[in-house]
């Protein structure tokens, strides 16, 4: 068998996000999780809750597209992991910045 591309899933702790799969596509995601765990040799496949936020992670780190575009695009304090505002000064966004004292 192939080896799967995603392999053991990280322990991280999650961010709740509700989204809505069809029937087929949550079918999908258990075999998946099916295969890694036997290719893994885990007991029980992973579940959905860490497998999809690791396939998506996956799924946007490998778009060369995505990649290039935000390589492009990055701002300094954005690299070091911190949020920019619009006017580019960081830190938290709370709304429209506001005008600067002359």
Do not use: C
């Amino acid at each position: 068998m192939a080896k799967l591309r995603i392999g053991p899933l990280p322990d991280d702790r999650p961010v709740k996000r509700t989204i809505v799969f069809t029937a087929a596509q949550d079918a999908l995601i258990r075999d998946y999780a099916a295969a890694i765990a036997a290719q893994e040799g885990l007991s029980e496949a992973p579940k959905a809750e860490k497998l999809v936020p690791a396939m998506v992670e996956r799924f946007i780190m490998t778009d060369r597209g995505f990649r290039h575009r935000k390589e492009a695009t990055v701002a300094p304090s954005e690299s070091l992991g911190r949020p920019v505002t619009a006017d580019g000064r960081g830190g938290a966004d709370l709304g429209p910045a506001l005008p600067r004292p002359s």
